[in-house]
């Protein structure tokens, strides 16, 4: 079974700063990975996802994530935070089945920007 | 845009009272799927339709049901809702196919509150 590890509950930054949200997978075989933010009361949205292709993949609103098979990470990074990147944020990797994608989310990492 | 909607965003309902969710898609996607998430968690999947075939969540319990009438609607039934179902519903589509990477995407949910 695929899992995702989501190794902090809460980071906290300063606007202007690095993000750095970590995250550990757990798969049998090639997984496909996404990072999903959910800011308050909203839904989902996604961020960027890994397929194969390229080991660092770009997202969208400045953050990229890089997939590292030999330390089985995906850890989503961001050069400088803004107040509005303050959310809710999951590592999340895709079981497929028969003809549809289920998802396997981790906890979650809330962000936290402080001006 | 194609979108995800959700109708109510907000619903509040007494304790046994049925009621009843609503999502549609413009996306003309074959899979909707109805998630629950409860407070500071992450998304727990219910069940999905790919088309009219319905698949149930082995965990998902008996009170919760749903209906797809045709591709674009698909509703979530609660018939006798505790305080233990209050949380956010999410509705989400994706295209049919297990390919790698297909995307889910979700609807702003809508927030059920039990009294």
């Known amino acids: 079974a695929q899992s995702v590890t989501q190794l902090d509950s809460h980071v906290s930054v300063s606007e202007g700063t690095p993000v750095l949200l970590r995250c550990n997978y757990s798969?049998?075989?090639?997984?496909?990975l996404f990072w999903y933010v959910q800011h308050p009361n909203k839904g989902l949205q996604l961020l960027l996802k890994?397929?194969?292709?390229?080991?660092l993949v770009k997202g969208i609103n400045g953050f990229e994530a890089e997939f590292k098979k030999s330390e089985t990470s995906f850890h989503l990074t961001k050069p400088s935070a803004h107040m509005s990147d303050a959310a809710e944020y999951f590592c999340?990797?895709?079981?497929?089945?028969?003809?549809?994608?289920?998802?396997?989310f981790g906890t979650g990492t809330r962000l936290l920007v402080s001006p | 845009d194609a979108m995800v909607i959700q109708n109510p965003r907000y619903q509040v309902t007494q304790f046994g009272k049925p009621v009843t969710l609503s999502c549609s898609q413009t996306?003309?996607?074959?899979?909707m799927y109805w998630y629950q998430q409860k407070s500071s968690q992450a998304p727990k999947l219910l069940f999905h339709?790919?088309?009219?075939?319905?698949?149930n969540e082995a965990d998902t319990p008996d009170n919760f049901q749903s209906r797809r009438p045709n591709t674009s609607f698909c509703f979530l039934d609660i018939r006798s809702p505790g305080l233990g179902d209050a949380a956010m519903y999410l509705c989400?589509?994706?295209?049919?196919?297990?390919?790698?990477?297909?995307?889910?995407?979700f609807g702003p949910g809508t927030r059920l509150t039990v009294l």
């Open positions: 989400a589509t994706s295209s049919g196919g297990s390919g790698r990477g297909v995307e889910q995407f």
């Open positions: 798969s049998s075989y090639s997984p496909s």
């Open positions: 890994y397929t194969s292709a390229a080991t």
């Open positions: 999340v990797v895709s079981d497929p089945g028969t003809g549809f994608q289920k998802l396997v």
């Open positions: 996306l003309n996607h074959n899979v």
């Open positions: 339709y790919y088309d009219k075939d319905f698949n």
